[in-house]
């Protein structure tokens, strides 16, 4: 056992929530305390790091495999420890928050596991955070039931051999909780709050479900942060008494500083490892953000013209593999984020064809897995990857050394034979506003146009209209040449605005936060400064 630990942190601004004191037990705050006093100054230091990295890449505009970490890399003879049976099969995940609802829907999707998100799909309001964690340790111990009080329909779980299983994914290294400050008034990191509750609350009785603490790590930028992840593993698995290894992680590689060093993470992780995720929208705004003043070769298309067929993103994705397989971890492959119209057969069946042709391409390439947003794909991403692995659980012995990728592969953005549209521009401000508005709701996973957003495809929104901006791109409109500028974003910000107002009607536009959101996507997008995450100013203006 751990040495006593420092004071607790306290709640701060912030209503009494039903129950809380059943998660924000004495114990579970002073573990969380703990946490935050031996890791949070590595945290800083970490984040320091990547603004040094940035300014590097802005100099040289490149970027390559890490000279120091050769050897990692060359030696042929590291594995990392072997998965667990509960995730030994993986060939369907599916995401999504941990509100009552959607926790009894994950788990009795039929998916073989549940991305359980407090990041990207989570809006953090307190509320969320401390019953997102109530939800999960309900369902654990079958106490979660749920009555749509629309429809009157109720929601209750299948027998425990039909459940998904929990991968539980925190907030990124970069967000603090402003609700739980520590003695010296500094806030504790978003990360270190969702993980220490959940792990203190359900390590133990996940155990005993014959399931364990799994973990999905996102935004990761190095190895380093990497290795941090593990040390809090290590510790936290000591304090509450279960054997080391039991943790596992699956890290998002999300970031185009991660793709070059996913043999360095692998190993860093290696007692704790369970594989990488290609996860493409963090992905391409982290080519963005980071090579946002390169000039006009890594000036990217529209978003949806990104396929993942892209030579750059191939690369990516067959890396990530080769990868993976090389060091006996699964390759989890990217989002289906179609969200199923209940009026329209016609773009479900051509969206259902365009989900199918992906999962089979994943499955085909060595992926193990995939993930989707909405239950009905559950079976479309089933049906591609069973078509391949058959009875088997996985392809980890597809060793895919057919494949080579240089380090200039990974960011020829300009191999794509696309340019950028005005109606991109006119789509990117329609998924910020509409995204944003609904964040700043408390719903950070939002149904718009058919697709699920979350806070990632927002950042792609706003990074987009950023760099199209300031590199001056020129769109063909209407027959004639248009200059993506302020003016013009603004433009369209106020056309959207307007419809909006006029589709949903005064009052409900006036119990949202729409002018809210649109003066928010115009800052983020439009300022000369451009801020590393949208989520930093958003979360100021987030209430509750």
């Known amino acids: 056992m751990s040495a006593p630990a420092p004071s607790s942190p306290t709640v701060v601004d912030a209503e009494p929530l039903p129950r809380q004191e059943e998660v924000l037990t004495e114990a579970a705050l002073a573990f969380v305390a703990e946490l935050h006093r031996r890791f949070t100054p590595r945290r800083d230091e970490l984040l320091a790091r990547r603004a ?33 049976a509960a995730l030994e099969d993986r060939r369907v995940e599916i995401t999504g928050p941990t509100d009552r609802k959607m926790t009894v829907n994950a788990l009795n999707s039929g998916a073989r596991v549940w991305l359980a998100d407090f990041e990207d799909a989570s809006a953090p309001t307190w509320e969320n955070v401390v019953l997102g964690q109530l939800n999960l340790i309900d369902a654990y111990t079958r106490n979660i039931d749920f009555t749509d009080p629309g429809s009157g ?11 998904a299983t929990v991968v539980m994914r925190p907030r990124g290294w970069h967000l603090d909780e402003r609700h739980l400050v520590a003695p010296d008034g500094t806030p504790v990191p978003g990360a270190l709050v969702d993980f220490g509750l959940y792990f ?18 996102p935004k990761t930028e190095s190895h380093l942060e990497a290795r941090l992840w593990n040390d809090v593993f290590v510790f936290a698995q000591d304090h509450v008494g279960i054997p080391q290894g039991t943790v596992r992680a699956t890290v998002l590689i999300e970031t185009i500083t991660a793709a070059y060093e996913m043999d360095e993470i692998l190993y860093e992780l290696r007692d704790h490892a369970s594989g990488l995720n290609a996860g493409r929208w963090d992905y391409l705004f982290s080519i963005v953000k980071n090579f946002r003043d390169g000039g006009a070769k890594f000036v990217l298309p529209d978003r949806n013209a990104v396929t993942m067929t892209a030579p750059f993103m191939r690369a990516y994705t067959e890396l990530l593999v080769r990868t993976c397989h090389k060091r006996g971890a699964h390759a989890i492959g990217g989002m289906a984020a179609f969200i199923p119209s209940r009026r329209d057969e016609e773009v479900n069946r051509v969206a259902f064809e365009k989900v199918k042709a992906d999962k089979d391409r994943e499955a085909a390439d060595g992926f193990d897995g995939s993930w989707v947003a909405h239950p009905d794909l559950v079976p479309i991403a089933t049906a591609s990857f069973d078509a391949v692995l058959g009875d088997r659980p996985n392809q980890k012995d597809r060793l895919r050394e057919d494949v080579s990728v240089a380090a200039g ?44 957003e979350d806070a990632a495809t927002a950042e792609i929104s706003r990074s987009q209209i950023w760099q199209w901006i300031n590199a001056g791109v020129v769109f063909e409109h209407d027959g004639r040449t248009v200059a993506a500028t302020p003016e013009l974003t603004r433009e369209i910000a106020a056309r959207e605005l307007a419809d909006i107002r006029a589709g949903i009607g005064e009052e409900a536009f006036a119990a949202g936060r729409w002018q809210q959101a649109h003066d928010l996507l115009l800052k983020v997008a439009l300022d000369e400064h451009y801020v590393d995450f949208l989520t930093l100013p958003a979360y100021e203006q987030l209430r509750g």
């Open 52 to 84: 040094e990295r940035r300014a590097e890449i802005a100099r040289t505009s490149t970027l390559g495999f890490l000279p120091e970490t050769a050897a990692i890399r060359e030696d042929d003879s590291w594995r990392v420890a072997p998965a667990p």
């Open 409 to 452: 592969d990974l960011i020829a953005v300009d191999s794509l034979d696309a340019r950028p549209t005005y109606d991109g521009l006119v789509n990117a401000v329609q998924v910020g506003i509409r995204y944003i508005e609904a964040w700043l709701r408390g719903l950070g996973a939002v149904a718009i146009f058919n697709l699920m």
């Open 200 to 217: 203190f609350h359900n390590a133990q009785r996940l155990l005993d479900l014959g399931k364990g603490p799994y973990f999905y790590l």
């Open 153 to 163: 329909k109720s929601y209750a779980l299948r027998p425990d051999a039909e459940l």
